[in-house]
């Protein structure tokens, strides 16, 4: 079934390429140039999933997913820039499921918004009470303080919640399936980013620390992501 895809950004340029690449991937698109538009089109009938530029005249994205959540539980992809770090973690709580950075590539973009949409899809069936698949009921990971669930996308340090992007709980998973086990830059780019989208080490580093930061709000002691220098990471079970 083709999903349907939201676009609300004040800049014309990012409509028309993104909305050119989506519907070249089987997507259909909608596009909305401001947040006033989006919020009165999509609460009437919201899209499969949207995606919103953060930073809007009048309405920007922070208020726009926020009135959406009023009315709709539908999956939400910020666009955001480099210093955004303070709404990312702010819109993740209001309930926005990933973040893509500006400038981005149209690619990475297209994979968040299956990834999202993979997940969307998974937590609705298990929330309308359809029986797991053969092997669900054992997915959910324990390691020591850690609590992994991939089928409600949630995690919990320590009994308490953290929240986290598509992205980052999939590097996570990846280092808690092995314990003590390192994982190069390399492996955890595959496990992040599928159909060949190339982000460089930057990028991996820069989501471990993001990691660590969402795990030291919860618990200011927390080591269980270790760095081998020139190596790579691995999770350590306390």
Known sequence: MTSTIALVDDDRNILTSVSVALEAEGFMVRTYPDGDKALSALSEKPADLAVLDIKMPRMDGMELLRRLREVTDMPVIFLTSKDDEIDELLGLKMGADDYVGKPF??????????????????????????????????????????????????????????????????????????????????????????????????????????????????????????????VGYRYREA
């Open 105 to 230: 590539s149209q690619r990475l973009l297209i994979e968040r918004i299956r990834a999202v949409l993979r997940r969307a899809e998974a937590m609705k069936t298990r929330t309308h009470g359809a029986p797991p698949a053969p092997g669900e009921e054992d997915k959910t990971m324990v390691r020591g303080k850690l609590v992994l669930d991939p089928l409600r996308h949630s995690v919990t340090w320590d009994g308490r919640d953290v929240t986290l992007t598509v992205t980052e709980f999939m590097i996570l998973e990846t280092l808690a399936q092995r314990p003590g086990h390192v994982k190069s830059r390399d492996q955890l780019m595959d496990a992040a980013y599928t159909d060949d989208v190339y982000v460089d080490d930057r990028t991996i580093d820069s989501h471990i620390k993001r990691l660590r930061k969402k795990f030291r709000m919860v618990d200011d002691e927390f080591k269980a992501i270790e760095t081998l220098y020139g």
